[in-house]
């Protein structure tokens, strides 16, 4: 466990606060899931515990990599003692099942539900500060680009904790409550996107090689000019 002082100012007054890295509960180690448990394992000094509906497949020895960082729970219910933060991870039509699971939680919970509002959130859970979040599958290796609303009530040490977490895994934007529906495009965005550009790139890379190209040196071509074209916008108002 590493622990933080935090420096808070709230209305001309600087106050420190004592920071623990929390252990965080995923529930759904589906295909964001399992990169938010690795993004998180590997980029921030929290614990992961989690759950899954099946028994996960998983394609490699990533959870054994993990070690003491990483426990899968057989329910939900087990996470609620152990995780001040509870994030879920599973698809908008199978929520209503999980917030039954947790009702009583009164800690921390981020969803990344596509779709769902916060209003949705108030009648299942009372007792919890609810955070509506979406990101993509960038954060397993800390790239994730991460838009996030709070609750009204949302106070400045949550804030801050919410935006650290989500930096830690790459970058992250605060959405006021009123503009929520930016979290809709940003599901369009940052959510969607990471498939539209690899649809793109599998496009371009195809071109080479049905020009003769070999795989490597056609996805080294592709790749590069991606890279390049980053560069360009990094050093380029657009
Ligand atoms: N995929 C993305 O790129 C992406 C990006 C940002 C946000 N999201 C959001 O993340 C959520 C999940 O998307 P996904 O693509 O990861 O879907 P997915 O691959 O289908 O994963 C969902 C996982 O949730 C599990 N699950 C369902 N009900 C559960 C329960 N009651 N308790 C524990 N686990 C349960 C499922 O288990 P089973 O194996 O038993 O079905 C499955 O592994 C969606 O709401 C989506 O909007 C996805």
């Known amino acids: 466990m590493t622990i933080w002082w935090i420096i808070l100012i709230r209305g001309g007054i600087v106050t420190a606060v ?33 759950t899954n ?43 209503a099942k999980v917030l039954t699971d947790i009702k009583d939680y009164d800690g921390l919970l981020i969803s990344f539900a596509a779709g769902l509002p916060h209003s949705y959130y108030q009648s299942h859970v009372k007792g919890a500060t609810v955070i509506r979040a979406m990101s993509n599958l960038g954060v397993a290796y800390g790239k994730g680009m991460t838009a996030w609303v709070g609750s009204e009530d949302i106070d400045s040490e949550t804030r801050w904790m919410v935006q650290s977490l989500f930096s830690d895994l790459g970058n992250a934007l605060e959405v006021e409550l009123k503009n929520e529906t930016h979290i809709d495009v940003v599901t369009a965005l940052s959510g969607s996107g990471i498939a539209y550009l690899a649809h793109i790139f599998d496009t371009m890379k195809s071109v080479g090689v049905s020009q003769g190209m070999s795989e490597m040196d056609a996805e080294l071509t592709v790749l590069e000019t991606v890279s390049g074209v980053l560069a360009i916008f990094d050093n380029t108002e657009l």
């Open 53 to 95: 509906r099946h028994p996960v497949e998983w394609e490699d020895d990533k959870m054994e990599k993990w070690g003491k960082g990483f426990k899968l729970c057989d329910t939900n219910q087990e996470l609620l003692s152990e995780c001040p933060i509870i994030i879920i991870a599973v698809r908008p039509q199978d929520m």
């Open 18 to 50: 004592l920071y623990e890295s929390p252990t965080i509960g995923i529930i759904g180690l589906g295909h964001f899931g399992k990169s938010l448990a690795e993004g998180i394992v590997n980029n921030t000094y929290s614990k992961v515990w989690a």
